[in-house]
């Protein structure tokens, strides 16, 4: 497994953009595909966006569609979540999740994911 953790929450208002990180430990992050989820209080975690381990492929949920774009760079064990014209909607706690051996769509089973990091917050103010 790795350890995952993000950076890059925090409070922003509509219409703006944030880019949330998630940096890997370890020297087999490219063997793992990985996901963006999110989860507000009262609710499931839900899927945002996922990426294959050489970003040749990605999904998103349709809610994010056209707004978000996940990315990674392996030379960094890092991934990315740039999300643009953000809502008050979009408010939650944003988690970075891998999976290992998952190498092509959908990535929107969070029950295939083997590590997840704490997650940040995102807040988005009207």
């Known amino acids: 497994q790795v350890q995952l953790v993000e950076s890059g929450g925090g409070l922003v208002q509509a219409g703006d953009s944030l880019r949330l990180s998630c940096a890997a430990s370890g020297r087999t992050f490219s063997l793992y595909a990985m996901g963006w989820f999110r989860q507000v209080p009262g609710h499931e975690r839900a899927f945002v966006a996922g990426?294959?381990?050489?970003?040749?492929?990605?999904n998103y949920a349709d809610s994010v569609k056209g707004r978000f774009a996940i990315s990674r760079d392996n030379d960094k064990n890092t991934v990315y979540l740039q999300m643009n014209s953000l809502k008050p909607e979009d408010t939650a706690v944003y988690y970075c999740?891998?999976?290992?051996?998952?190498?092509?769509?959908?990535?929107?089973?969070?029950?295939?994911?083997?590590?997840w990091g704490q997650g940040t917050q995102v807040t988005v103010s009207s």
């Open positions: 999740a891998a999976a290992k051996g998952l190498y092509s769509p959908p990535f929107s089973l969070g029950s295939r994911y083997d590590s």
């Open positions: 990426i294959n381990w050489n970003g040749g492929s990605t």
